[in-house]
């Protein structure tokens, strides 16, 4: 009999400021000689030692109902508890990182095994949803959370500048004034400005920006929640690779309602928790241990409509389609892998093209929007 692990309603599991949570679920088709073991990975490069945070193993599994209680207010044995009904099943088995470490976004798998082989696997994602916690985190994290650039994700940044050119030329009128929302060093300057914007970036650190605007490109630290702008104050607004970050997306999109001038536009680009190699392993994993909101397209067009807009276009970059189909169990992108060389970028720019047209299935979503 094939085993089933029913009774969750989704993969995604918020952890509160207490980062504690309780799961219950129900197992059929287990024999007694199974196991059952929990690991605790990140989402990012997942590895034993190194980054493996721990595993707990179960025994003598039956067809029940199960209560998982998962502490995470530091890493020890008691942090993962498995319940069969009211009893409590002590783990046969347990290895702690020495390092202790937790990231905001975590794997937890459950893996069912018999004689040595894996008969059923699901990965929940936790993620932390404690403002104090993520906060502690990027300070410690600091430069351990940079961006990557190597030949992939260098194709990726200039598509994506070319495809938020042309959108930004198609949308928004020539000598706008624009807010770039967490912007880093603005897209806009990386551009050179062409369409004569009035641009304001706004960040909480601008390591290298100028004392004084530039070609009509002004620097003011801050957060995107906590601004000094006054409402309907911009043409448009621009806000990349941040809303996934943030704990309350829907609360910020209502906040940068008010910013927006009458018939304003947003553009917005995000991961796409839905994208193609997430759909070949059966699962949704965050594309980064920072990312706490990762969505899919149609969760974001959802979230919009609700906060006050209305979708003018979708595009995405980016199709994941050269992937290892044949490995069912760890299924990779080979051009995020082996294939990440100069002598292959002409195929990644194919495939960059090829996610254009197909946003729900793209890595990354590009969605302009107009204020209602």
């Known amino acids: 009999m094939n085993i089933s692990l029913s009774g969750l309603k989704s993969n995604r599991i918020n952890i509160s400021g207490t980062k504690k949570a309780e799961l219950s679920f129900s197992l059929e088709g287990v024999e007694a000689s199974d196991d059952m073991t929990i690991d605790c990975y990140p989402v990012e490069n997942p590895s034993h030692p190194d980054r493996h945070i721990g595993y707990w193993v179960f025994s003598s599994l039956n067809k029940d109902n199960y209560t998982l209680r998962v502490d995470l207010t530091s890493v020890r044995r008691m942090s993962i508890r498995l319940f069969q009904k009211n009893r409590e099943l002590s783990s046969v088995s347990c290895w702690l990182n020495p390092k202790g470490f937790l990231d905001p976004v975590i794997d937890l798998q459950m893996v069912i095994r018999r004689e040595d082989r894996i008969e059923k696997m699901l990965h929940l994602i936790l993620s932390l949803r404690d403002p104090k916690e993520l906060e502690r985190f990027y300070k410690e994290d600091g430069e351990g959370g940079a961006y990557h650039i190597d030949t992939l994700n260098l194709t990726f940044h200039k598509r994506r500048m070319k495809v938020l050119k042309r959108l930004f030329r198609k949308y928004v009128r020539g000598g706008a004034y624009v807010a770039d929302l967490g912007s880093g060093i603005g897209f806009l300057k990386l551009l050179g400005n062409p369409y004569k914007y009035r641009v304001y970036c706004l960040d909480l650190d601008f390591p290298h920006h100028p004392e004084q605007a ?22 448009a ?33 995000t991961p796409n928790l839905k994208r193609m190699i997430n759909r070949a392993r059966g699962y949704d994993l965050p594309l980064s241990k920072e990312h706490v909101n990762e969505m899919s397209l149609q969760e974001w067009e959802e979230i919009l409509t609700k906060s006050g ?18 490995r069912r169990k760890n299924i990779v992108d080979i051009l995020q892998s082996r294939w990440n060389k100069k002598a292959f970028v002409p195929l990644m720019k194919f495939f960059m093209m090829l996610g254009y047209r197909l946003p729900s299935h793209a890595l990354d979503m590009m969605i302009v929007a107009q204020k209602k």
Not at 228 to 233: K, R, V, Y
Not at 248 to 264: F, Q, T, V
Not at 309 to 326: A, D, Q, V
């Open 214 to 235: 530039v070609n009509d490109i002004f620097y003011i630290l801050g957060n995107v929640l906590d601004y000094p702008f006054q409402e309907h104050s911009f043409d």
């Open 309 to 326: 807009f209305n979708i003018l276009r979708k595009r995405g970059i980016y199709l994941e389609l050269l992937l290892t189909w044949w």
């Open 237 to 269: 607004l621009y806000s990349g690779e941040v809303v996934e970050h943030l704990l309350n997306p829907e609360e910020a999109l209502h906040s940068w309602r008010d910013l927006l001038k009458d018939k304003g536009i947003l553009v917005l680009t």
